[in-house]
């Protein structure tokens, strides 16, 4: 089986705020969370309440997020309409808050012991069935995710205690996947940052989406090393708008659903933590 050859690492993209636009970078440390300095911050929802990301708050979606001091953690946020502040001013989350149009307070990650941090807030509904096919935008004659392929403390907490990500510290994908949604859905607008990928490998001229063939493999990228779990699916959050450029589309949803299997780019854990660069070169171990 082809599972690649010549390969190289495209991107890095890191999302410093959970479910804004993130920022690509040039190189990154990686440990056993994943790509350090990734999804430090995250809304907590004070409507509703729980960490909330863009699959119940989607205009999350259409803010940018860059690192302006890694050491002290500080992030710039981006508002669609250009205003900008730091997560470190005392006003910051009523600015967001104002500009979301939804009350919410930024938190920074803690500890995995702040346990209560993590724990999932209350449904939308009383109905099951209703509150997942809204969270991955399924249509009621489409099938839902396997969800035994999702770590099972979700199921209590909104993020694996510890992160604020949904499920793995890492998505990986590669420029081959891209170029085929392109041509699946020609009316789309298929971009990366519909995606959130962690990782981007340029997979050059090879057809389809080469990354589902590699479920557990492992692949070392600079000095780290990395498993490869499960294909992504997919939810509400790859029909968001993101800008003008990006706007809002369920095509690209339904053709993932209908003939991908539900999923786009595959899950990947650090097994041996180190630094990866783009350019770096993708060998199977």
């Known amino acids: 089986m082809n599972y690649g050859a010549n390969m190289r690492l495209s991107q890095i993209w890191t999302y410093p705020v959970k479910s804004m636009v993130g ?11 994943g790509i350090v300095g990734d999804r430090i911050w995250a809304t907590r929802d004070l409507e509703r309440g729980g960490i909330r990301g863009a699959k119940k708050i989607g205009a999350l979606m259409q803010f940018s997020a860059e690192r302006v001091d890694p050491a ?18 005392a006003d910051s989350s009523d600015k967001l808050s104002s500009l979301l149009g939804h ?17 999932r807030g209350p449904s ?15 249509t009621e004659d489409e099938p839902l995710p396997d969800f035994s392929i999702f770590p099972p403390e979700v199921m209590e907490f909104e993020s694996p205690v510890g992160t604020h990500h949904d499920c793995y510290p890492l998505m990986v994908m590669t420029t081959s996947a891209l170029a085929a949604m392109k041509a699946a859905v020609p009316n789309s607008v298929v971009d990366v940052k519909r995606f959130r990928p ?7 001229d090879v057809d389809g989406h080469l ?21 992504c699916p997919r939810c509400v959050m790859v029909t968001r708008a993101i800008n003008n450029d990006i706007p809002e589309d369920r095509a690209v949803l339904r053709h ?10 595959v899950y990947a854990r650090v097994l041996s933590p180190g630094k990866c660069s783009v350019g770096d070169e993708v060998r199977f171990i």
């Open 124 to 138: 939308d509904t009383d109905d099951v069935l209703a509150e997942m096919r809204a969270v991955f935008g399924r």
């Open 103 to 119: 009350r919410v307070v930024l938190e920074e990650l803690p500890d995995a012991s702040d346990v209560e941090h993590f724990r």
């Open 72 to 89: 002290l953690r500080t992030v710039k946020i981006t508002a669609p309409n250009g205003e900008s502040f730091l997560t470190n001013e």
């Open 198 to 204: 962690s990782l981007v490998v340029d997979s050059g």
């Open 256 to 265: 993932i659903v209908r003939d991908l299997n539900q999923s786009v780019g």
């Open 23 to 33: 920022e690509t970078i040039s190189s990154c440390e990686l440990n056993d969370l």
């Open 211 to 231: 990354e589902f063939q590699w479920k557990n493999k492992h692949i070392a990228i600079g000095s780290a090393v990395f498993e490869i779990l499960d294909p």
